[in-house]
Structures are given as C-alpha cells and as structure tokens.
C-alpha cells in the first residue's frame, strides 16, 4: 500500500506563492509517475503537472511559467511551487503517484487566492 500526505496549502493574496509538499510511504517502486491535481467546486479534477522518476514533466497550459513541479527520488516526495498566483487557481490540491497499474490519491489540500 502507499499513503500520501499533502502539506503547504493556505491562503494567499494574488500574485503571491504558495509551495506545496507530497509525501509518499508505503510500497514506492522506482519507476512511478507523481503529479497534482486540483478541484474547484463544480468543476472536474484536473491535471496541473506531472513529474516521472526520471524528471520528465509536463504541465497544464493554464500555469506554464507560474509553476514547477519538482521531486526528491530519495524522500519519495513531489513538490509544486506556485508563482504568481491568480483567484482562479483556488481549489482542493491533490497528489498523486502511478506505479505499474496502481493509482493512488492523498486527501487533499485547499489553497484559495484572494483578489
């Protein structure tokens, strides 16, 4: 099993910074993808960046040049630092990790910026 813990969300005036923090436990394998996702009300989950074990990354194109997903291999830990951030990045956070099949979720954290 792989548990996962979100810290880091709060609130923060526009144009602030926020620096998010995911650790993994558990049954990590080496070769594993870890990314977050956010969810404001009513709206679908979303993908916000995406980092593999190798440090390949991808984001999505609403925060290119504002984020960057980074990760530490031996923590087993994802990080997300958010720039410039705008109100409509407000939302729950959640990390994730991929691993063969497996898919797994931590809980969450909320992050809401002010106008």
């Known amino acids: 099993q792989v548990q996962l813990v979100e810290s880091g969300g709060g609130l923060v005036q526009a144009g602030g910074s926020l620096r998010l923090s995911c650790a993994a436990s558990?049954?990590?394998?080496?070769?594993?993808?870890m990314s977050w996702y956010r969810q404001a009300p009513g709206n679908k989950r979303e993908l916000v960046a995406l980092?593999?074990?190798?440090?390949?990354?991808t984001y999505a194109d609403s925060v290119k040049g504002r984020f960057t997903i980074s990760r530490d291999n031996a923590a087993n830990t994802v990080f997300l630092q958010m720039n410039s951030l705008k109100p409509e990045d407000s939302g729950v956070y959640y990390c994730?990790?991929?691993?063969?099949?497996?898919?797994?979720w931590g809980q969450g954290t909320q992050v809401t910026v002010s106008s």
């Open positions: 558990g049954s990590i394998f080496s070769f594993n993808s």
């Open positions: 980092i593999t074990s190798s440090g390949g990354t």
């Open positions: 994730n990790l991929v691993q063969w099949v497996q898919s797994y």
